[in-house]
């Protein structure tokens, strides 16, 4: 996919029709002609050296929590080293899944 960006306006150019065909679920998941547009904001960070991946929440969908099989040992606080939310944990939670990997104890 090229991306142009000129200003304040950026341009997604899909190369091939797996690429044409999810621009067109995130067209109708985000513009929505008879209401309000939805907004895209950005998660985390984007280093190509360190991982080649940019990502963003789409504002206005309801997510639901996923969780790991995993359960917390103890008492604890869990962070996303993505998008930085925390959760706390009681001894026997299950460990969330946050921005597609398990969250990290934190303390």
Known sequence: M?????????EFIPENDQETASMETLWRVV??????????????EYIPSKENLARFHIE???????????????ECTVICTTCNKYM??????AVPVCCGRPMDVAD
């Open 31 to 44: 513009v929505d002609c008879a209401a309000d547009n939805k907004r895209m904001t950005a998660i985390g």
């Open 88 to 93: 706390h944990l009681k001894g026997g939670d």
């Open 2 to 10: 090229k991306i142009q960006v000129d200003r304040n306006i950026v």
């Open 60 to 74: 206005g969908i309801e997510s639901t929590t996923v969780y790991t099989e995993d359960k917390a040992v103890e």
